[in-house]
């Protein structure tokens, strides 16, 4: 992507997932909102995107960040505003990887993994992924969390279009710190 690309998809991920009134719109109760009145709206506030360059942010990416169906477009995880996505449970794979920085171990071993503002913890099938989101803030430490464990013991996991594994606490026995 290129850094006008990448800028605008920030905002993109922004205004779906943390703030859309900094655009005046408001989004259905699983996050949806039409894409004619999202695109207006950005154009109206100065951050006009073009159909091409949505296609191209919702396309075969990387992350998947966002979903368009039905002429809607949402964010597909990563929420701080109220939304249930209403996906369906779906039993994870046996371990799942989190990834994050030695200052959290702390808290995290006392408390277990929180969302922390967003709606859920967010989890990942490999290990490479969860380095890449611990590396967000520093050296990346990866924990492996006893996802089967959990499942057995009736915790509900979810999985975002983008792949990124949900649930809403991972508690302190489930989590293994690998390195
Ligand atoms: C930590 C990016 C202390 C947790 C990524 C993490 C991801 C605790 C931070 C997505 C804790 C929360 C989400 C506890 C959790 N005590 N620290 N009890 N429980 N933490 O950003 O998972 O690029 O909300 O380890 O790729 O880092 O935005 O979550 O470090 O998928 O699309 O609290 O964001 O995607 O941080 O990242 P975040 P995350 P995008």
Known sequence: MTDRTTATSKFLAYVLRHQPAAIGIT??????VEVD????ALAHHGRPINGALLARLTGDTDKQRFEI???RI???QGHTVPVDLCLAPEPPPPLLYHGTVARFLPGIRADGLRPRGRTHVHLSADR?????VGARRGEPIVLTVDAAGMHAAGNVFHRAASGVWL???VPPDR????G
Do not use: E, F, K, Y
């Open 175 to 178: 989590i293994t710190v690998v």
């Open 37 to 40: 009145v999202l695109l207006a």
């Open 167 to 169: 649930t809403t606490h």
């Open 27 to 32: 989004l259905d109760s699983a996050g949806w």
């Open 69 to 71: 169906r039905d002429g």
């Open 128 to 132: 490479q992924t969860a380095a890449t």
């Open 74 to 76: 949402r964010a597909a």
